[in-house]
């Protein structure tokens, strides 16, 4: 990763305002951990520069964020988790934290966990009914949503005020709220399944992503 920066700062160097890791909290166990990339302004030209530059960690990072300053800190009132999670769950391996000084409003946060939960419920509905129902495409579907589901629950918690930065985010929760989550569970560490186990598994999961949405409306009214 040393090498990975320093070919990014021989590229924009004073530009380069901040580099560092992400996703390692407690949605880590999903994928690789991420890079993020903040510049003093991004045009195509330096998207091309980046591209250049990650091919060879493709399979050790997943794919970097690369914006400027002002674009996370107009972001805190829209991508609310997100940002949270930039600001406590990253690492700085060059140049300034942004982040430390990014504050979230809680009724900015309340409304994005209304609509996140909302619109992926209804999302993998829409999917459940539209694709085919093959391995691959269900596996993707709960993966692509796993992410943001676990960080509703980590900003759920914190509207108790309670907050989990590690992998007992789902058992704190179940506790908390008094819920089952046994398909997130079971999705979240099975690993490879075949179709006839992941299949019964998928269905309840959006079982349990209904009863999310409902416990919601107790918590953001």
């Known amino acids: 990763m040393d090498r990975f920066v320093e070919i990014i700062k021989g590229h924009f160097q004073d530009r380069l ?3 560092g890791l992400h996703n390692i909290g407690v949605t880590s166990f999903l994928n690789k951990n991420g890079i993020f990339i903040v510049l003093d302004n991004v045009n195509a030209e330096d998207l091309h520069n980046v591209k250049r530059a ?16 002002s674009f996370f800190e107009d972001a805190a009132d829209v991508f609310c988790m997100e940002m949270m999670e930039l600001k406590e769950n990253s690492e700085i391996l060059y140049g300034e934290n942004i982040f430390s000084n990014i504050n979230v ?5 309340r409304v994005q966990i209304e609509y996140e939960l909302r619109s992926k419920l209804l999302s993998l509905r829409g999917a459940f009914i539209d694709l ?9 579907l709960t993966y692509r949503s796993m992410y943001n ?3 509703i629950l980590r900003n759920l918690l914190r509207l108790k005020g309670t907050v989990v930065n590690d992998n007992t985010l789902i058992d704190v929760f179940e506790e908390k709220f008094n819920i089952k989550l046994d398909a997130f569970k079971y999705l979240s560490d ?5 179709f006839e186990k992941l299949f019964p598994m998928f269905k309840k999961y959006l079982d349990e992503v209904k009863k999310l949405v ?3 409306d107790k918590v953001l009214s």
């Open 17 to 19: 305002i901040s580099m």
């Open 54 to 69: 990650y091919l060879r960690y493709k399979k050790k990072y997943s794919t970097p964020i690369v914006a400027s300053r």
């Open 105 to 109: 409003s809680e009724r900015a946060l």
């Open 132 to 140: 085919p129902l093959q391995k691959k495409i269900i596996d993707d």
């Open 149 to 151: 589901m676990l960080l």
């Open 190 to 194: 099975a690993g490879d399944l075949k």
């Open 214 to 216: 409902e416990i919601s």
